[in-house]
């Protein structure tokens, strides 16, 4: 079992920057990959980014690509995403996930909320 925190999601203006935070806990966590998505109002839930735990591979969707930074620091066992650049379109509740490799996030966290002023 895996248990995710998010935090770190607050309203902010246009162009402003955030960082979010996913505490991580339980066992085996090198196992997984992590992950960041989202889900704005209405719409459908969107992948934003992941990284692994031991390889410090990324991959970003096209709509942060620039703009958002996935890191992690092993010794906290926490995951970060540091957003830059905010336009209201990013508004969302934040979800941390655990993915095995090529899997779909078998864990979510219960996310935290981004708005966006314009």
């Known amino acids: 079992q895996v248990q995710l925190v998010e935090s770190g999601g607050r309203l902010v203006q246009a162009g402003g920057s955030l960082r979010l935070s996913c505490a991580a806990s339980?066992?085996?966590?090198?196992?997984?990959?992590m992950g960041w998505f989202r889900q704005a109002p209405g719409k459908e839930r969107e992948f934003v980014a992941r990284i692994t735990w031991s390889g410090s591979t990324t991959y970003s969707s096209d709509s942060v690509k620039g703009r958002f930074t996935i890191s992690r620091d092993n010794a906290k066992n926490t995951v970060y995403l540091q957003m830059n650049s905010l336009k209201p379109e990013d508004t969302a509740v934040y979800y941390c996930?655990?993915?095995?490799?090529?899997?779909?996030?078998?864990?979510w966290g219960q996310g935290t909320q981004v708005a966006v002023s314009s």
């Open positions: 339980g066992r085996a966590l090198g196992m997984y990959v």
């Open positions: 996930t655990a993915a095995l490799a090529g899997l779909e996030p078998a864990y």
